[in-house]
């Protein structure tokens, strides 16, 4: 109902805190507390990036020894305790050590995987118990939806067309073989580790060129190309990414080639075209297709190699390679019987 009584005067509220509480105090000339130093972010993907690498070389030395063990154990017990050089040149011990890679590099891409999503660092703060397992469970199934190729890059340019980056990737991949092969002749060497290993038996010849051609590309790139060098253009930008991958990718595969100062050259200069192809392109997809066709081209050459000079056939029995797997397994045995 409406009256024409006036209204009850509303009396504005104060300034005053409630009854009961004292009034705060601001101190304006204290200075707040400095912000605790945080490491960069950019700087903390480089050394999560460079630990995927240091675990890829890791799985890379130990996973064929651990794959090669059985091997090693039934002939213990079967012939007694063999020696490094025994070990080193048993055919069927060097062709377990290159099927071994096989492993590794599925292992290897599980790793990659792992980072590109977030698993596993979702793993180490279960073992810090920072999270509990549901959550790890909750977490793995949503990171597996994440679009793990695509993080890393292993997409077509957005600036070229696909048949042309194709085109351009293959013709690259030619032109480093033949420069490869005129570096080669000029400088010359001697037969490297990998040679000698190849030459131990057509098995050991045909899985050198299945690896070559079906893993080693992929995961190379993915590691080298798709997680080292993206942390490292973000934090340091292109020309030193360029550089410290494209010597990391060299420095790897200098242990193969050491005596044979050719073919170190031919693959640093691999090393630093897949780099510039990957800076160049802002993709990985390029430098992973020359990688592809340049291992190919190789690895056919080296399956047919036997079946056109009959001579390599008899090879395998005049040569004695070595491993770093292989000879680590050695000394061990070695001891573990000096032991006994």
Known sequence: MITNEPSQQVTPLSNEEPS?????VVRHDLASPPAAPQFSQPWLDVVKALFIWAGSVGLLIFVPVIFAIPYVAYNWINTGPPTAQALATDKNLLFLSI??????????????WMYVTGVLWAFILLVLREISLPQLRQYIATAARRPFFKTLGFEWPKNLNPLVTTAL???LAF???FIGWAVTQVLGGNKTQLDLLIESSLPARFATAFIAVLTAPLVEELIYRGVVYSALERAAGVAIAVIVVSLLFAGVHVFQYWDNIGVITVITLLSFSLTLARAYSGSVLPPF?????FNGIQSLVLALAPFIDKSLLEKGEQITPTTPGLELIGHLFHYLCHMT
């Open 20 to 24: 009961g509480f004292p009034q705060q």
């Open 99 to 112: 099927a071994g890679i096989l492993p590794t590099h599925l292992l290897t891409l599980l790793l990659v």
């Open 289 to 293: 297709i020359i990688h592809l066709v």
């Open 175 to 177: 032109v480093l073989l």
């Open 169 to 171: 990737a293959v013709l």
